[in-house]
């Protein structure tokens, strides 16, 4: 659908932003039992008990440390009295299980985390006699410390100094390298364990570099938003120009590279050499043909999409101005990520606590374990599913929220007369009419997700154990069902600005907005493939600039070894941050072109059937007719004469 084609047979004038009503309630009711049911596995895990193990902690024998025990018939050393003894002790606090999860190591309760380090035995004798905390097992007595009997039942020497950890009474070494076996078994390049060592002391002695240069990389993404809308027209061209260029350079560089090496061709060469030589000049005839392909379909795809590369330029520029006028749009990627994490922290938290919940049951080696048995072992993948479906409602409520207040920018046609807060009228629209929906679109997505995450999974654990055929079918599943997540993510957003503009259903909405797209492909192709360019290039500028900040800081640590982890992490965070930013404006940018693509469909410019849009955009819409329909003479004129109005007075100046 070109933007000619918005001739309606009715002349009834089409109205958007109808009165809201809510939309999907069965999917509402079903998101909420949902919910519900999360909540029963959160009740279950605590009222086990698996709280209380959870924050108090438990000794390897189910002791609740700090509490009185009841003793559980056939398990040794069960029931006793840890009222004095509340902070969990590993006799090896680094012998890690990374399989399981675990530390395979001796819990003991004891009075108090040794401070400092005991290098002996003896140490460890006089520590337990002077603050009465016992660091061994419990069959020891402390005469027995110092015995050559008692090394299996003691922690190896030098015991590392710990702390306690806040809320749950752990004893937690001090120096955190003890953990880079997790680490070691991840980054199989470091063959020197050394190096790693020395990779997490520097980050600890520039935290406080990496601080300011994740403020720096904050700053310069709000900073690049303004930008983009003032340079969006020039930075538009000049990548243009700059991939033709490129193009057309590497062609030619090609081409020169084949008739140099074929004129130098050298008949008299033995013949292994004269075979090499020819065929080195074989392939960069190949090479040169398949670029000058290339060129010559970069140089009509660009000829054919320059009028659509406009409507991109219009649109970023259109999407400034609703930045101008809704500046809380900013912060919405804030308010997403620290909902996302509230519900994060509150998931794993229940995730420990099933982890502990269950009845006491006796392992391999002696030690107690608490196991969920019947069909309540089966919550956590509830749980999983929950994990997923929450997490992208909300993210989904976050598109809604942007969606519905773009559209209210869009569709008022005086700027002045825009809620004070559209944001949050957005917020509210969505609270009281359309959870149903947004709900409905999370799960859609949660049931590409599951499988996707499932067979990935499959391949991990298969992996190096699977034939060819086997391995090429899953990663061909696991492709295929990411194309199909993201196809998905960009209809939902484009149902979610249907629904904010009609108040219709998610079914409806999405329904509405396929059919546009597919006749509006050719703008939809450029607008993601020239705006996402420009801003992938924004992300790679901030990255760019706040590592080299980065070296500039660090530059006086003569280790030079140290550099790479404190940069990775600011260079990552920096992209994170610069992602969710420009996302954002990726958002407006498509809810803006459904709202145009919406305005032709339904508008044609006469009166009492004006366009919403803003003038940028109507500018685009005059050049395209103009240049599809020259019927009259003047500007600005439809084929049967009348005048094209873009919208009431002074709406357009905003």
């Known amino acids: 659908m070109g933007c000619c084609s918005s001739t309606q047979s009715s002349p009834r004038e089409w109205k958007p932003l109808k009165e809201h009503s809510c939309t999907d309630i069965p999917w509402l009711l079903i998101f909420i039992l949902f919910c519900i049911g999360m909540g029963f596995i959160c009740g279950f895990s605590i009222a086990t008990g698996a709280a209380s193990r959870l924050v108090f902690g438990y000794d390897s024998y189910g002791n609740i440390c700090g509490h009185t025990n009841k003793a559980v018939e056939g398990l040794s050393h069960s029931g006793l009295n840890h009222i004095g003894n509340k902070y969990v002790f590993f006799l090896d606090p680094c012998n890690l299980d990374l399989v399981h999860r675990k530390i395979k190591s001796i819990a003991l309760c004891v009075a108090e985390c040794p401070q400092t380090e005991l290098k002996t ?148 060469l033995p013949p292994s050499e004269l075979q090499i030589a020819k065929d080195n000049v074989y392939a960069l005839m190949v090479y040169a043909i398949a670029a000058t392909v290339f060129t010559v379909i970069l140089l009509l795809i660009m000829l054919i999409m320059r009028k659509r590369v406009a409507l991109t330029i219009a649109l970023f520029h259109v999407a400034g101005k609703v930045f101008i006028h809704l500046p809380l749009l900013v912060f919405q990627p804030f308010w997403t990520f620290v909902a996302l994490i509230f519900f994060w922290i509150y998931w794993i938290m229940v995730l420990l606590f099933l982890g502990t919940a269950g009845d006491p049951v006796k392992d391999e080696r002696g030690f107690v374990e608490f196991r969920v048995s019947g069909p309540l072992q089966y919550m956590w993948w509830y749980h999983a599913v929950g994990l997923i479906w929450i997490s992208e409602f909300i993210l989904a409520c976050q598109q809604m929220t942007v969606a519905g207040a773009v559209v209210t920018y869009y569709f008022t046609r005086e700027k002045k007369n825009l809620p004070f807060t559209p944001i949050l009228v957005s917020v509210q629209r969505l609270i009281r009419y359309h959870l149903g929906t947004v709900a409905k679109g999370a799960f859609i997505i949660t049931l590409v997700k599951i499988p996707r995450l499932i067979l990935m999974y499959i391949h991990s654990q298969l992996k190096g154990k699977e034939n060819a055929c086997a391995r090429c079918m899953l990663k061909a599943c696991i492709c295929c069902l990411w194309c199909l997540e993201k196809c998905l993510n960009f ?21 509405e907005a396929f059919v ?88 044609d410019g006469s009166p009492g059937r004006e366009y919403y849009m803003d003038k940028a955009l109507m500018e685009f819409v005059e050049s395209s007719r103009k240049s599809m329909k020259n019927l009259s003479g003047g500007r600005g004129t439809r084929a049967d004469g009348r005048e094209l109005k873009p919208m009431a007075s002074g709406a357009s100046s905003a």
């Open 516 to 603: 546009i797209l597919v006749e509006n492909v050719l703008r939809v192709a450029a607008i993601n493939t020239v705006g996402d360019f420009m801003l992938f290039l924004g992300k790679v500028l901030i990255v760019c600039i706040t590592g080299f900040v980065g070296v500039l800081l660090l530059h006086n640590q003569n280790d030079y070894t140290v550099w790479v982890l404190p940069l990775i992490i600011v260079c990552l965070f920096a992209f994170l941050v610069a992602h969710c930013f420009l996302s954002i404006y990726e958002m407006v940018v498509d809810v803006l072109f459904l709202c145009f693509a919406i305005d032709t469909k339904h508008n």
């Open 121 to 268: 035995l003896s140490d460890v004798q006089k520590f337990a006699e002077t603050n009465k905390s016992y660091l061994c097992s419990y069959e020891i007595n402390t005469s027995q410390y110092t015995s050559s009997s008692s090394k299996s039942f003691c922690p190896a020497v030098p015991v590392p100094a710990s702390v306690p950890v806040p809320l749950f009474h752990r004893c937690a070494p001090r120096n955190i390298s003890c953990y880079a076996k997790f680490a070691e078994a991840l980054i199989t390049f470091v063959s020197d364990n050394s190096v790693l060592h020395r990779l997490i002391s520097g980050v600890m002695t520039s935290k406080e570099i990496i601080m300011g240069l994740c403020v720096l990389s904050l700053g310069l993404s709000m900073i690049l938003m303004v930008v983009i809308r003032y340079i969006s027209r020039v930075l538009v061209w000049i990548l243009t120009i700059l991939a033709i260029l490129g193009s057309l350079g590497g062609t030619g560089v090609l081409w020169w590279l084949y008739a140099s090496h074929r004129q130098s061709l050298d008949e008299s």
């Open 491 to 511: 209809l939902n957003q484009n149902a979610y600005t249907a629904t904010a503009i009609n108040s219709t259903n998610f079914c409806t909405s999405a329904k």
